[in-house]
């Protein structure tokens, strides 16, 4: 979680916000301390050189990285659908299920099927601080199961996802972003970005930059956490700017429920109509396909019809 300062720039979160953060109203003193102390030990150092050396990084041609075959068929690039240099993302991806991480395949390029190791522990220490931060933030709203917070939305190690991002240097990067504006679909979002710098968030209806910053990860909450929390807690906008000269990779943990689970609410009324997590991702894809953009939750308020939006 970020905060946000007037020079137009944005630090990643550090123990004062983690601080904050992890203060309920009836926690004081040594109990807060401690709860900061547990979540400070979970976090993860993340050697992003590592899972992203020279020699593993997507190099490979287009035919190649395309093929089913290659980490599961996980590769994305930019967006197929785009009409606009505007409307591209100049960006490809490893988008992969952590439950298909361990698989075994065909491969065979084996320093790419070697990755397998490293982004397991990756995803391993990323599970444990959305756990951590999800928890945290469920507890703050009243959740008191007796089943911790992503166990009760339906998330669990077979449900999220891992993205190995990479966005190459951009001829065309004054017309043109390395990933266009969105809201994440999931409950919540860990990201470990290089030090070139680029992810921009909406604040105040304005972009502001976020530094980078070697020691530290990126917490978005996502539009799931968003409609559970009723709007308690809001799904950040954000985009990543292209760049002439230097390429930057990132690594993304998104926490994610089943497909058929209901995402429901921390308390009634709720603002929105139930709606499963697959139906959401549904409607975003239909969206995108129809529109050309992104539409999220709105179409699932109380009382929204197609036209109110369309309008």
Known sequence: MAGFHENGTTDPPLADSYRTLLRRDELRGGLARESLAVLEHDLPMIDLKRLMSRDVRERN??????????????????NP???????LSWSEAFHVPLASISEEDDCEHAELSSLRGVMQEVADAMSRVADTVTGTLAKNLGHAGSTTFPAAAGCD???????LNRYPACP??????????HTDSDFLTVLCQDQVGGLELMKDSHWVAVKPHADALIVNVGDLFQAWSNNRYKSVEHRVVANSKAERFSVAYFMCPSWDSLVGTCAEPSPYKPFTFG???????????????????PNFLKGCTVDSLTE
């Open 81 to 87: 659908m785009a009409t606009s240099l505007r409307q």
């Open 61 to 78: 041609p287009f035919d190649i990285k395309e093929k089913p075959s290659l980490l599961n068929g996980s590769y994305r690039w930019g």
């Open 172 to 181: 065309f990067a004054a017309d043109t972003l390395g990933m266009v504006p």
């Open 279 to 297: 139906e959401y991702r549904r409607k975003v894809q239909d969206d995108v396909t129809q529109t050309g953009k992104k539409i999220g939750l």
């Open 157 to 163: 190690g077979t449900t999220c996802f891992l993205r």
